[in-house]
């Protein structure tokens, strides 16, 4: 008598998505250039949803050979949902192309919309298979995001973003001291307690502890929100607005220093991102700067091309901006009278 052969699992062929999200400035562009420049051997399609009027974040993924598709007219829960998947099944239509694909959300989107897609379109999940959803922790700001009190019926980005987590890398632990880091993780742990929890400095983990992991699990979720499949209604927090700049010209580094510098000191509280492209008076290489609240960040990156018109480019994310102020604030930095006209 013969022994039957073990029933084995079919291959799923399918091809695995990964969700990246976090809120404002927790590192999920930095997460994202790391995985597309880093030697893996994966072929990886990524889709990014940018959240303000002047897109920046296709200038600060660094260059590479996979193929980027910019969502910037609105969040990718929500208003260009339709976008998502009208790329989605484009790239379905030559997946051979590539292995993986990666979806950077906004700071602000509820990753749960976004994960309903992969299960309500017959087609996208004939074809696709949510891998998982990674949250971007910031470990010196995010405790102050998930205490803030939200308008009745609007949702705490930063909870949703943590609660939907099959993986938390906790970045930015150099940044906050032991007992900050300790109380995050249990305020993490608070909120979704089986979550694998990677504490991370500059993004730098192992990829193979987000990427084809297999880590989530629509029985799972089904079972701590019922509604999952159903819910498509969910409210932002109306009064976090953008303001972005666009000027032509070069900017005095010493003006532009002690502008940044009292903005964001008096400002901070409420400034929960900034970052921009500009075009420093005499160098011959971009100046990129990030910001986090009080948190500024600055190095120089590629040369300026040869003709290429020299404009500024930045985007402030946060409650209360004054629009006219920031704007009048920054002219007044250019380096050439006029320059801004």
Request: charged share 25%.
């Amino acid at each position: 008598m013969t022994t039957p052969e073990p029933l084995t699992e079919p291959r799923d062929e399918r091809v695995p998505v990964t969700v990246l999200t976090g809120f404002l400035g927790s590192g999920k562009t930095t997460l994202l250039n790391r995985i597309l420049t880093e030697q893996h051997g994966l072929r990886i399609a990524v889709i990014e949803n940018e959240f303000g009027e002047v897109g920046i974040d296709d200038a600060l993924v660094l260059d590479a050979e996979e193929e980027i598709f910019e969502m910037n007219n609105g969040c990718i829960c929500c208003t260009v949902r339709g976008d998502l998947i009208r790329i989605l099944g484009a790239l379905m239509r030559r997946r051979e192309k590539f292995d993986h694909i990666l979806i950077e959300t906004t700071g602000l989107a509820d990753p749960a919309p976004v994960a309903q897609t992969f299960f309500m379109d017959d087609e996208i999940a004939a074809q696709l298979r949510l891998d998982a959803i990674v949250t971007l922790v910031d470990a010196a700001h995010v405790l102050q995001h998930l205490d803030e009190v939200k308008p009745e019926g609007v949702e705490n980005e930063a909870v949703e973003q943590i609660a939907f987590a099959d993986r938390i890398v906790l970045n930015k632990t150099d940044l906050a001291d032991g007992q900050t880091v300790a109380e995050v993780i249990a305020r993490v742990r608070a909120i979704n307690s089986g979550v694998r929890i990677i504490p991370a400095q500059h993004a730098e983990l192992d990829l193979q502890q987000v990427l084809d992991v297999g880590a989530f699990d629509l029985e799972r979720v089904l079972a701590d929100d019922p509604s999952f499949l159903t819910e498509t209604e969910h409210q932002h927090d109306t009064t976090v607005t953008s303001v972005g700049i666009d000027l032509p010209g070069e900017l005095n580094e010493d003006r532009l220093n002690r502008w940044l510098g009292n903005l964001l000191r008096t400002k901070g509280v409420d400034l929960f991102r900034s970052k921009g492209i500009l075009a420093l008076a005499g160098a011959p290489k971009q100046y990129v700067f990030q910001g986090v609240h009080m948190l500024l960040d600055g190095e120089f990156g590629r040369d300026w091309r040869d003709g290429e018109d020299r404009r500024n480019r930045l985007v402030f994310i946060g409650r209360n901006l004054d629009r006219a102020a920031l704007e009048r604030g920054f002219t007044d930095c250019l380096a050439t009278a006029g320059a801004a006209a």
